[in-house]
């Protein structure tokens, strides 16, 4: 099997903000253009000299990808601003692993209301930075971003995870079953099955994207120093959830659960103007070295459950 491709894991230099994230922080947080390379550096080397982790040393904080979602129009955006219907359930969004909250900020310019929108995250450094990033502490009540919120060990000191059980109705969770093994995946299933509501009477919805398996037969089992991780094709995607879901303590709560996947590459395009440009050609992605896979998972709990 080809060895997966390096991506560099640190820019010393941010050359130009991708055209979205600009266009945000302009809108938004009222930063103007000439002034974000600085603003943005200047956090994310306060960030990366603490938590050295790729997300931050590559600026990859900077891509909205959740607006990039084939679901986010019709199945995230659209239900999240509809006003309050009686007798239906108000929808309520978590962005699990949020990074810098830039997922929730994108929804809130884009019109979703402020008490609709949750995030949670492990490192409460990151919370932080997002509000210094976008200055939007009058917009956003803090106490929606639940952190440490762990997602894998059961009563982590300080969890505060536990806040939104059986309330979600939207859980965005993106680069974050990539960075661990497939044992730890079954957990996460868990913990989000656990996180959704189960009285909306239809489907809930977890989407997001993470690092796929070159291998379109089955997971692909990687190291990464001395941790192990796994990535999914389509077929094990599926598998992992309805595995999870014909556990003892979910088998009799739900009633149905459809899994999508598509593979895709990202190829960005440098310059002032540029953004990045998805592709969901089944074939596309092998020339750029290893597929991102996007996925929407459907649950729909038993009316007793």
């Not at 099997?1 to 991506?7: G, I, S, Y």
């Not at 600009?22 to 000439?34: C, R, T």
């Not at 108000?90 to 900020?105: I, M, N, S, V």
């Not at 103007?273 to 089944?282: F, N, R």
Request: charged share 30%; proline share 7%; glycine share 8%.
């Amino acid at each position: 099997m080809q060895a997966p491709v390096e991506r560099p894991r640190y820019s010393k230099t941010l050359h130009h903000v991708p055209k979205a994230m600009s266009e945000l922080l302009s809108s938004y947080s009222g930063i103007p253009k000439d002034d974000q390379i600085s603003h943005i550096t200047r956090l994310r080397d306060a960030g990366y000299a603490q938590y050295p982790y790729p997300c931050m040393g590559t600026f990859r904080f900077l891509d909205l990808d959740l607006a990039r979602h084939e679901a986010y129009k019709e199945h995230v955006l659209g239900p999240l601003c509809e006003p309050l219907t009686p007798g239906k359930p108000e929808p309520l969004f978590l962005d699990c692993g949020c990074c810098l909250g830039q997922e929730l900020r994108k929804l809130a310019a884009d019109g979703v209301p402020p008490h609709r929108l949750w995030a949670s995250d492990i490192e409460p450094k990151f919370i932080d930075l997002g509000f210094e990033l976008f200055r939007d502490g009058d917009k956003l009540p803090r106490d929606h971003f639940l952190c440490p919120g762990n997602v894998i060990v059961e009563d982590w000191p300080g969890d505060q995870l536990a806040t939104l059980d059986d309330r979600v109705t939207i859980l965005n969770i993106s680069a974050v079953f990539h960075l661990f093994g497939l044992e730890e995946h079954k957990r996460i299933v868990d913990r989000c099955l656990r996180l959704l509501r189960k009285d909306t009477g239809g489907p809930v919805l977890v989407l997001g994207a993470h690092a796929g398996s070159r291998d379109l037969a089955g997971p692909q089992h990687l190291f990464r120093g001395d941790r192990r991780m796994c990535l999914h094709s389509g077929e094990s995607w599926e598998a992992l959830w309805r595995e999870v879901c014909e556990q003892p303590q979910w088998k009799d709560k739900i009633a149905a659960v459809e899994v999508k996947a598509k593979m895709f590459a990202r190829i960005r395009n440098e310059g002032p103007e540029a953004d990045d440009i998805i592709t969901l050609s089944g074939t596309d992605w092998e020339k750029e070295g290893n597929p991102l896979q996007m996925f929407q998972v459907w649950v729909t709990f038993k009316s007793d459950s």
